[in-house]
């Protein structure tokens, strides 16, 4: 490199070696080989700006000599030293290189190399001297880094600083990207109506620029993303239809990018799986299994046949795990609960792999916390099954397991939500673990804490629907809690305050079923808190109101069953039901 920088030979730097590792501010740099040196980050900075301020066409010329010596080796370290070198020569040729680099390391899935790509372009981003679309450029990636480390909700004013450069620059790519980072910071601080706002407006970008460049693939990737995040919005307000036509969308640009012939097939395969996982979530919102379990097992299947291919990528493997562990409900109502367990537990070793080796990384420590819910979910499920049908040792030790795996869910998304208390998604999986936990409780018999941990989960639901009021799934897990926590208070005998919570709960699933009829499951949560008031009225003797409470039990009942008919848990319920309303 010394030879390179000088345009000489490497004999004649040999006599330079012993004076520059004498100097205080060189340093060993083993990881480019025994011998390497480098010049310390405290004093490197520093000389460079000043050799940019006061000598130019030095420091130009300088750089352009390093970046031919790098440019011939393929790694990626030397890559990201090239496109440095770049950016002050030629700053709008760098943006089109960064833009390049980021999307092939990204494609390769090697976080690794993405968050060195970060640092380096942090670095020059907060040098100051850069402008047009290689600032954004340099700002953008490290912004996407932090953000898939769930720190999103810190990034507003970053973000939008770095829109206006790209604004100002017309430069689309950067406006759509800002966007998009925009839109992901107003969802997790519960703004869903502003962040949609932002994704149609990086729509009609996208369109436009299709319609000039048909043939660029990214431009049509990033469309689709635009319809999958426009999709999970609408899911979250309940628009299950709206969320079905983009997500429909997403999927005739994912299939069209899929039959592209690129270097990318890979990516653009795994980006056609994440359609189907979504699509697959949806279907189970609306209650069918039937194309649920058609949309996941295509997913898999996508995932599959890529890991042939791709067998050391450490995030597809991550990727195909958290497939696998979203078929899971599915098993368990399709099939049988064991094959479910053995699924969910298949799932987190998986995960349990990648996610030790990244711990730093709360993405992947959010998804291993929910493969120990999965297990915990269905250890749960099958102690409760075993208990209902009197195998109480067996249950006993289900039970036991469950509360064991659900406490490290908890643990996890408890440490993420402390990391990030604005972020409401966090703060939306710690409050469904605590709640799971409580559900263990009480199937043990320990309703005191049972009782404890649904008010601790509770009190979050309720901050967070008063956050985001339009978010119909904070709003359904609070009522589902109360529901809950009326059960406790009545086993315990405290009916005055059962009544009280059952109200608030039917309110508000009455409220869901009236105005989101597609949402099925509410339909099962409103027949159980009408359960929950006739079990009440039953107790304190009240015959006429319990029977009335009955009924209505019934027949929300028999609606959820009608909408989805293939959940035999469901079947099982309503026969359950109309068994204890005969008593």
Request: overall charge negative.
């Amino acid at each position: 490199m010394l030879a390179a920088l000088l345009a000489t030979t490497p004999e004649n730097c040999d006599y330079l070696i012993p004076f520059l590792r004498a100097l205080t501010i060189i340093e060993p740099f083993p990881a480019r080989g025994e011998d390497a040196l480098n010049v310390h980050e405290s004093a490197r900075l520093a000389l460079r700006e000043h050799l940019r301020t006061t000598e130019p066409e030095r420091w130009k010329t300088l750089s352009e000599r390093a970046r031919t010596y790098v440019s011939c080796n393929e790694e990626p370290h030397a890559k990201i030293e090239a496109l440095y070198h770049l950016f002050a020569t030629d700053q709008p040729a760098a943006a089109i290189e960064c833009q390049a680099l980021d999307l092939r390391f990204h494609h390769e899935g090697q976080t690794e190399t993405i968050h060195a790509l970060a640092l380096s372009l942090s670095e020059l981003a907060n040098a100051g001297w850069l402008t047009g679309s290689a600032q954004v450029e340099a700002s953008l990636v490290p912004l996407e880094v932090r953000a898939s480390r769930d720190e999103a909700t810190k990034l507003e004013d970053a973000i939008n600083e770095v829109l206006k450069i790209a604004c100002v620059a017309s430069y689309p790519y950067g406006i759509v990207r800002a966007k998009s980072l925009l839109a992901n910071v107003l969802i997790g601080k519960g703004y869903s109506e502003a962040a949609f706002k932002a994704i149609e407006e990086e729509l009609v970008i996208c369109h436009a620029e299709i319609l000039s460049e048909p043939s660029n693939l990214e431009w049509l990737r990033i469309l689709s993303f635009a319809y999958c995040a426009l999709s999970d919005i609408c899911k979250s307000r309940g628009r299950n239809a709206d969320a079905l036509t983009y997500l429909q969308e997403a999927l005739i640009v994912g299939q069209k990018l899929a039959a592209t012939e690129s270097t990318d097939t890979f990516w653009q395969q795994r980006h056609l799986a994440s359609i189907y996982l979504k699509l697959g979530n949806l279907w189970v919102t609306k209650g069918l299994l039937d194309n649920a379990w058609e949309a996941f097992c295509n997913c898999s299947k996508i995932f599959t046949s890529i890991m042939i291919e791709a067998s050391g990528n450490q995030k597809w493997q991550f990727e195909l795990a958290l497939v696998k562990s979203h078929i899971i409900n599915i098993s368990a109502k399709r099939f049988n609960l064991s094959e479910a367990l053995t699924v969910s537990r298949q799932a987190l070793i998986s995960l349990e792999e990648v996610a030790c080796a990244d711990v730093s990384n709360t993405a992947l420590q959010a998804s291993l916390s929910d493969a120990y819910a999965n297990v915990g979910d269905t250890l749960l499920r099958q102690g409760c099954d075993y208990q209902n049908r009197g195998f109480t040792e067996h249950a006993k030790e289900l039970l036991d397991e469950a509360l064991i795996t659900i406490h490290k869910s908890l643990s996890i998304s408890a440490h993420l939500a402390t990391l990030t208390p604005s972020n409401i998604f966090l703060q939306y999986r710690l409050a469904v673990d605590q709640s799971k936990l409580a559900g263990v409780h009480e199937l043990q018999g320990a309703l005191d804490a049972a009782l404890t941990n649904f008010y601790k989960s509770l009190a979050i639901f309720q901050q967070l629907s008063a956050t985001d009021p339009s978010n119909i799934h904070m709003l359904r897990e609070l009522a589902a809690t109360q529901s809950k926590i009326c059960n406790i208070h009545r086993l315990h005998g405290r009916f005055d305050e059962a009544l009280l919570i059952c109200s608030e709960s039917l309110a508000h699933l009455k409220y869901l079923t009236n105005h989101h009829p597609g949402y099925v499951i509410c339909q099962r949560d409103l027949a159980i808190a009408h359960l929950n008031r006739a079990r009440i009225y039953r107790d304190i003797q009240c015959g006429g109101k319990a029977q009335s409470s009955f009924r209505w039990c019934i027949k929300t009942m028999e609606k959820a069953v009608s909408l989805s008919p293939k959940d035999t848990e469901w079947r099982r319920d309503l026969a359950l039901i109309r068994k204890e309303s005969k008593k």
